[in-house]
């Protein structure tokens, strides 16, 4: 199956900063951009980290008096004001950053958003050097496909290129609306069911399949032998 890749929606204009860029500096490109974090880049656009708007928050935080005498609150507190102390995007970062590729599919970097729980994902060459960025937002937009643009690459795919060769034309029928894929007609073996269903739920902008489908042969039942066959390999030789 051929996915979405993140060139495809990334976004190339990327607001970034140095190393040594002061903490008001990143503030302000934030702001200015009106993005909610910026990559790290050295002066070959390798990028290095992340500073976030949570990275920056944490001096803000750390300014007023917390009461409470928690050993985890303690520790929090006594990490946070390392990171408050920070006056340079180097140690306000957040390191190392979580990359992908521009051949990354757009499937994967939503998995990889979510392992990691961050927001977005800085996009890296070959080489590790910045060449876009990919949001949450990014990712989602290949829910806006058309109905008939998902309707036509399953039928393509999968119906087609996929198990089409033992399909026979036009006794599987796809119906999409909104993202949810209905699937009626008639397969030729049983096996290929959930075949189907798996390879439909794979294409790109599905939100849930209904497959009603029969199938004319049943390739999924072992034959039980003959127990009145005789296997000649086995009987007793006649002298």
């Given at each position: 199956?051929?996915?979405?890749k993140?060139?495809?929606?990334?976004t190339?204009d990327?607001?970034?900063v140095l190393?040594?860029?002061?903490?008001?500096e990143?503030?302000?490109t934030?702001?200015?951009?009106d993005?909610?974090?910026v990559p790290?880049?050295d002066k070959?656009r390798?990028?290095?980290?992340?500073?976030s708007?949570?990275?920056?928050?944490?001096k803000?935080?750390?300014?007023?008096?917390e009461?409470t005498r928690?050993p985890?609150?303690?520790?929090r507190?006594?990490?946070?004001r390392?990171?408050?102390?920070a006056?340079?995007a180097v140690s306000?970062m957040?390191?190392?950053?979580?990359?992908?590729?521009e051949?990354?599919t757009v499937a994967?970097a939503?998995?990889t958003?979510t392992?990691h729980g961050?927001k977005?994902?800085?996009?890296?060459?070959?080489?590790?050097?910045?060449?876009g960025?990919?949001s949450?937002?990014?990712?989602l937009?290949?829910f806006l496909r058309?109905d008939e643009d998902?309707?036509?690459?399953?039928v393509?795919?999968?119906?087609?290129?996929?198990?089409?060769?033992?399909v026979?034309?036009?006794?599987?029928?796809?119906?999409?609306?909104d993202g949810e894929v209905?699937l009626?007609?008639q397969?030729?073996?049983r096996?290929?069911l959930?075949?189907?269903?798996?390879m439909?739920?794979?294409?790109?902008g599905?939100?849930d399949v209904?497959?009603s489908?029969?199938?004319?042969?049943d390739?999924t039942?072992?034959?039980?032998?003959?127990p009145m066959?005789i296997?000649i390999?086995?009987?007793?030789r006649v002298r």
């Amino acid at each position: 199956m051929s996915h979405q890749k993140v060139r495809n929606v990334m976004t190339t204009d990327v607001a970034t900063v140095l190393e040594g860029t002061p903490f008001k500096e990143v503030a302000r490109t934030m702001a200015h951009r009106d993005v909610s974090a910026v990559p790290v880049v050295d002066k070959a656009r390798h990028v290095l980290g992340v500073v976030s708007e949570a990275d920056l928050l944490i001096k803000q935080g750390t300014q007023e008096i917390e009461w409470t005498r928690s050993p985890r609150s303690w520790w929090r507190r006594r990490r946070d004001r390392r990171r408050a102390e920070a006056t340079r995007a180097v140690s306000l970062m957040s390191a190392p950053a979580v990359t992908v590729t521009e051949n990354t599919t757009v499937a994967c970097a939503a998995r990889t958003l979510t392992e990691h729980g961050v927001k977005r994902l800085p996009v890296v060459d070959d080489d590790g050097r910045l060449v876009g960025i990919v949001s949450r937002k990014d990712l989602l937009t290949v829910f806006l496909r058309a109905d008939e643009d998902i309707r036509d690459e399953i039928v393509r795919r999968v119906f087609e290129g996929g198990i089409g060769i033992l399909v026979s034309p036009g006794t599987v029928t796809v119906d999409v609306r909104d993202g949810e894929v209905t699937l009626t007609g008639q397969v030729d073996l049983r096996s290929q069911l959930p075949l189907v269903e798996q390879m439909t739920r794979h294409v790109d902008g599905v939100v849930d399949v209904v497959a009603s489908l029969s199938y004319r042969h049943d390739d999924t039942r072992v034959p039980h032998p003959d127990p009145m066959a005789i296997d000649i390999t086995q009987a007793p030789r006649v002298r």
